[in-house]
Structures are given as C-alpha cells and as structure tokens.
C-alpha cells in the first residue's frame, strides 16, 4: 500500500513538474521576443501624428503646405494604427471615421463631424472657415493624444500584437483600397504600402528571429509576399483603375495566409473566441472567417444539434401563430433566399406590412435587426415578431399548446431543453440557433479570393474594382460580409440616409420615418440599416419599401446620387449628392460582380402551404 501511495506520489509529482517545465518553456518563449522595439514604434508614430496635426492647425486649410503636412499626417496615424485603434477602438475609430455627425446616445446630442476624414474634406474640398478648421484640428489632436497615451502606457505583449495586427490586415481589405479611409484624397493605396512596410519592421524587430529559427522558409515567403504586394501596388498607383480583385487574391490572401501561419508557428498565442474573426482562418473570406459565438447574445451561444433540429421544425410551423396562418417561413422562404419575393410582407389578417423582408442567410452576423434598427439582437427581432399583433400576434411568454399537438415536438423539446417547454423564450433561441445557421460563404467571390478558382470574367473585375473603388458601393457595404457591421471591431451595425422614394418613378421621397422613432432626431428622418449584398441576385424587390425591381434600377439610383441626387429635400443624407457617372457598361459590371456573392447553398426545410405564402 506504501509503495503504492508513493508511486501514486512519485508520479503526480513528475506530472506537476512536466506542467509547471511546460508553463515555463511557455514564458521562456514569450520572453525570448522582445516587445519594446514595436511599442516605442507605435508610440514614436503617433507622438509624430499629434506633432504634425498641432502643425497642420498652423497653416492655411487649401495650401499645398496643409495637403503636405497631412499626407504625412496620415502616414504616421497607419503606422501607429494597429495597436492604438485596438486600445481604444472607439476613440480610433472616431479619428479615422467618415465625416459625419455623430450621435451621442447617452447625452442624445448630434456632435459636429471630427476626425482625420472631416480635415481632409476641409483641405481638399476647400471652403471651409479658417477658425472652424482649427477648432476641427484642435478636437482631434485630443483623440491623438488619447491614443498617444494609451500606447505609451499599456505594455504591449503577444496577444494583443496578434489581434490588432489581424484587425490592420482586415483595415487594409475593406476600408484601405476601397477608399473608405481616405474618400477625398484617394491616398488609400500609399498608404495600404505604408501599412505593409510597418507590418513588415515591427515582425522583423519582435518574431523575425524566432520563426527564422522555427521556419525559415516561412520567413522568407512572408518578406517576399510583402514586397510583391508593395510592388503591385507601385505599379498600378491609380485609385480607380486599380485591380483589386488580383490584389486581394494574389497579394493579401497569401500574406494573411503568412501571418496566420507564423501566429501559430510562433506558439506564443493561440487566439480566442470573443473577437469577431476565427484567427484559425487562413483568409477573410473562408467558410468560417468569422466568429459567429462574437455575433450571438451570450445565452444563446453553442446551440445543440437538437436545438437547431428543433428551430428549424418551429421555422417552419404555422401554429406559433395565433391565426396559425404564418410562421417565419411565411416571409423568408428558402427559395427565394430566405426572402419573400414581396414589395412588402403580408400580415396574419392578409394586409400589407410596412417594409420589406430581407434575407435571413447571413443574418446573424449584424450588430442590429430590423430596417431600422429596434432590435439589438436577433432573439429581440423574434420575440418583435412574436409580439406583432400583424404577425404572429402571440406574446413572448405565451407558449401555444397547439405546437404539442404534433407529438415529434414532445422528444424534440426533451433532447433540446432537458423538459417540454412552457414558454415562448425556448421556442425563440430555437429559432435563433437555426436560422444562425443559415450561411453562405462559399459564393464564386470567396473561392475566387481564396485562390480555389481563377474564374472572374473580365466584366466581373471590373464591377468589383467599381464596387470597391469608383462607385463607393464597399465603403457602406464593407468587404468580406458585405453588410453594415463596421470592421475591424463589428461593434456596430451602420444606418444611413440614401433617400429613397415612395415608387421607382423617382418623384417624391417615401414617408416611411426609419430610425427616427428612437429619438426624434432629423438627423435620422429616413435612415436604414446597411444591408447584406450577397444573394441580391434572388432578393429582389430592393429598398425597405420594395420600391425598385431590378438592379438596374437600384444602380440608377445610386448612379444619380440617391434622393438628394434626384432633388429631394434632405439635409442630413449620409449617401453623397453626387452623381457617380457610371456608364452603362459601367453599371452592368457591378451588377455581373453583385451575382458573384450568390451563395444559397445552405440547409433548407420543406415549406407547408400557409394562407399567407404565396410566391
């Protein structure tokens, strides 16, 4: 026994010690890469941002002085980015944001535009008040000075170096070579070089070393896949005529395939799962690039394979509904993309409902529900639904017996929640798990970005070079979701004023107030959320009210500068008043592109004949 208990001893002993040699091995690790030279990069970059907007506040806004001081400016602000925008993502983005009003919700107060993109309006734009352009200098010198601080006083380690270089990766993709960033201007691509070359210093000064040592061939192909993508970039220097679409899959999917790459071979950071993206994915535009946990309310999250088989059954049945004439199938139908294919939806009692339905594939990963806005998360939109005297009419307490009356339901709701519900509240995360379920990533666009196919007609690039570029599409709809939820953080899910009007006669502005019922703001008269664009091609009608049929006409729309554009009386539109001048051919491009997001591919039920279903 004696023996035993000290064998049983020994030999804990020695797994305690491989645990403890483990952990160790683990620090030695961390601490054999030196933090401290990236650090005082990112610091000594954003210290020379505050220096240089200080001098910018100096100088007359429309001198070539001003546009000098600022394209340095900005140079410095990418370089000092990554990490000072992962500190403080809202201050970061708030100094690199467009130049809109924001709105305060704590204090319901509409701020004055601010931020590196208001001065550059103020320079290149001109007319603006030499006193105003120094209040605007002024008040973001104070975010600068924010992230200065920041920078210099929080030790940067290895987990943080890997999700805000991640998240400058992404920056580069959906708002650096759109145009996003830098919408006056166009020094989007110098400065997409700007932030390659920092990347490539602060890898080269921090984990150059050790993944040399690990992997040299991994090392050499990283450097050599940066200076290609620099090069390119060189080469082709022209905002409209640059091709992304090569860019993109020949040039930064091979690099964040690096850097994905050389995070784990590191073995300094495995990731984690409260961010937006899986860091395990190769690319941005893989199945499962995105963290859909990050998107889900936290009781909602890791759903069984029971709950979703239950969601999808209750999807599909018209008894949640006290007329038992509509179930959620009734307005998002597999066939037309989980659409209805309806200018506006159809209520219990056979009436029109206010807006249109949009697509439920993708659905999950938006920061908002509904056109405009009321819901902060996709069980509030359900339970919105539950609550709808037009629709199902049944309160989010209230459980319909009548369901039961099917008895797969008694072992459906056994295997799923342990019990045979009594409340509405299971039936809705449910219904969440399944439809978050509903995703489509594999469209020609993904593959093609993922290198799996090289099959874009040349009409195709040219409408994703106009979707990304001249047409200003991708700085609403951010590349890869393509939706509203604003990269990098997808903290939030945008809203905007297009102005669009009551019938495709482009007449008159339609009535229809938006997310003005939160707080009685005109800054919000008419303003919607940013949808999906992918599967447009099966979403049609278009808009919130369903007004355009066909994207031509959305294109039209867009082409003329929206309702302000058309001459409508708005003040506070998001959508610049601008025509585009896109040509025919133009047009028809970014339609070809639009399709090439097609992707329904995803799990599909048999839908029942309901009074209200009608294709």
Not at 299 to 319: C, M, T, V, W, Y
Not at 478 to 485: A, D, Q, S
Not at 488 to 506: L, R
Request: glycine share 6%; proline share 4%; charged share 25%.
């Amino acid at each position: 026994m004696y023996k035993s208990i000290f064998f049983l001893t020994l030999l804990l002993g020695s797994f305690s010690c491989k645990n403890q040699n483990e952990q160790l091995a683990t620090v030695l690790k961390t601490e054999n890469v030196d933090w401290g030279y990236a650090q005082k990069y990112y610091h000594k970059n954003m210290t020379e941002a505050v220096e240089l907007i200080d001098a910018l506040s100096k100088v007359d806004a429309e001198s070539d002085e001003a546009k000098r001081i600022f394209t340095d400016l900005r140079i410095a602000f990418k370089k000092a980015e990554p990490y000072a925008s992962y500190l403080n993502p809202e201050v970061g983005h708030r100094a690199n944001g467009p130049a809109l009003p924001v709105f305060a919700e704590d204090t319901e107060r509409v701020l004055n535009p601010i931020g590196l993109q208001k001065i550059e309006e103020s320079i290149y734009e001109g007319g603006e008040d030499p006193a105003i352009f120094v209040r605007e200098t002024q008040l973001t010198k104070g975010l600068l000075v924010n992230l200065m601080q920041n920078v210099g006083e929080r030790k940067l380690n290895a987990e943080r170096f890997f999700i805000a270089t991640h998240q400058q990766l992404l920056r580069i993709i959906s708002m650096g070579i759109s145009g996003f960033d830098t919408p006056v201007s166009q020094l989007g691509l110098s400065e997409t070089v700007v932030s390659l070359e920092s990347l490539k210093e602060v890898y080269d000064h921090s984990l150059g070393e050790l993944i040399k040592e690990k992997n040299a061939e991994l090392d050499t192909e990283f450097l050599l896949n940066i200076a290609r993508a620099v090069a390119f970039i060189e080469k082709n220097a022209d905002f409209n005529a640059f091709d992304r679409y090569t860019f993109i899959r020949e040039y930064m999917s091979p690099i964040t395939r690096n850097w994905v790459a050389i995070r784990k071979e590191s073995g300094l950071w495995e990731g984690v799962n409260n961010k937006p993206f899986n860091f395990d994915a190769p690319t941005f535009f893989e199945k499962d690039a995105f963290n859909l946990e990050y998107f889900t309310p936290p009781i909602n999250r890791n759903p069984s394979e029971k709950q979703i088989a239950l969601g999808k059954k209750l999807f599909l049945d018209p008894n949640l509904s006290q007329s038992g004439t509509m179930a959620c199938v009734t307005c998002h139908m597999p066939d037309k993309a989980y659409t209805d294919g309806k200018m506006v939806s159809i209520g219990n009692n056979g009436s029109p409902l206010q807006r249109n339905a949009p697509t439920l594939i993708n659905s999950a990963f938006q920061k908002s529900f509904f056109w405009d806005g009321r819901a902060e998360n996709i069980l509030d939109q359900i339970s919105s639904v539950f609550n709808n005297e037009q629709e199902f009419n049944t309160g989010v307490h209230e459980f319909s017996t009548d369901i039961l009356k099917d008895s797969t339901y008694h072992v459906l709701f056994e295997d799923a929640f342990g019990r045979i519900s009594n409340r509405n509240t299971d039936i809705i995360k449910a219904i969440s798990s399944y439809i978050s379920t509903l995703n489509g990533f594999d469209s020609k666009f993904d593959k093609n970005m993922r290198g799996e196919e090289d099959s874009f007609s040349a009409e195709e690039k040219l409408g994703m070079n106009l979707f990304m570029g001249k047409a200003l599409c991708a700085t609403c709809h951010f590349i890869p979701l393509t939706n509203g939820t604003v990269p990098p953080f997808y903290a939030e899910t945008e809203k905007e004023v297009i102005g669009v009007p009551e019938t495709k006669a482009n007449k008159t502005l339609d009535d229809d107030l938006g997310f003005y019922w939160r707080y009685n703001k005109e800054e919000h008269l008419g303003m919607f959320k940013t949808p999906t664009v992918r599967n447009a091609e099966f979403t049609a009608p278009y808009m919130h009210n369903g007004v355009y049929n066909t994207l031509e006409e959305v294109m039209d729309f867009y082409n003329k500068g929206g309702g302000g554009g058309m001459g409508f009386d708005l003040p506070h539109q998001t959508l610049p008043f601008d025509e585009l001048n896109l040509t025919e051919k133009e047009q028809q491009a970014l339609i070809a592109f639009l399709k090439t997001l097609s992707d329904t591919n995803v799990e599909e039920g048999e839908m029942p004949q309901l009074a209200n279903a009608t294709s």
